[in-house]
């Protein structure tokens, strides 16, 4: 009558991370914004975050996870004053651009 779900995440070496980030900084700032409790918010970051170091760290090595890792928090406390600057909706963009990019670049076209 059930179908047995399969549950398993992705193998870590075959994850789009660029769409992981998009995901995390895009949809946290989205969640927060809509649902108006900016910790949920945090957590989708968060979440996101996690699984694209985990990818990160099996495609490549410490020191590159590191800089991605760095990439991506950077980017979502760069956002905040810069959305003071040109507004929310095209800091996030722009945050989200430079740190999937250098996710594609340095991770997943390799």
Do not use: Q
Not at 15 to 39: C, D, F, K, Y
Not at 45 to 60: I, Q
Not at 79 to 107: Q, Y
Request: with cysteine.
């Amino acid at each position: 009558m059930f179908k047995k779900s399969n549950t398993a995440l992705k193998p870590a070496k075959k994850v789009n991370t660029a769409s992981v980030v998009i995901t995390g900084l895009v949809g946290g700032w989205l969640t927060a914004r809509e649902t108006g409790i900016r910790p949920l918010g945090g957590v989708v970051l968060g979440l996101a975050g996690v699984y694209a170091a985990r990818s990160w760290a099996a495609k490549t090595n410490a020191p590159t996870t590191a800089e991605l890792v760095g990439t991506y928090l950077g980017a979502f406390g760069l956002s905040h004053p810069l959305a003071k600057k040109i507004g929310a909706w095209p800091s996030v963009i722009a945050v989200t651009t430079v740190a999937s990019g250098a996710a594609c670049v340095l991770s997943d076209i390799r």
